[in-house]
């Protein structure tokens, strides 16, 4: 059972930066692929990065050069720093642990203003 919690949404002017950081509870953290998605008003839920245990990591291209994922085995965490933010980038963005079957967490609301 992994339990995650997220942090760190708001709302935030276009070209600012915000940093999610997701707490995870439970023993496969430092096994595990964590990734963060979200969800936009009427679109469908979409992958926008993800990080393996060892570190390597993969990036939507629509956050690619702007959006950066690190993990923290020891303090299993797994954040996401979002600079250069845009307007597009609004949506309730969730931390996922990317087991079978998955676990997600309650998401974290970012709002960017024009």
């Known amino acids: 059972q992994v339990h995650l919690v997220e942090s760190g949404g708001g709302l935030v002017q276009a070209g600012g930066s915000l940093r999610l950081s997701c707490a995870a509870s439970?023993?496969?953290?430092?096994?595990?692929?964590m990734a963060w998605y979200r969800q936009a008003p009427g679109k469908q839920r979409e992958l926008v990065a993800f990080?393996?245990?060892?570190?390597?990591?993969h990036y939507a291209d629509s956050v690619k050069g702007r959006f950066t994922i690190s993990r923290d085995n020891a303090r299993n965490t797994v954040d996401l720093q979002m600079n250069g933010l845009k307007p597009d980038d609004t949506a309730v963005y969730y931390c996922?642990?990317?087991?079978?079957?998955?676990?997600w967490g309650q998401g974290t609301q970012v709002t960017v203003s024009s």
């Open positions: 990080i393996i245990t060892g570190g390597n990591t």
């Open positions: 996922c642990a990317l087991t079978r079957p998955p676990y």
């Open positions: 439970g023993d496969i953290f430092s096994t595990t692929t």
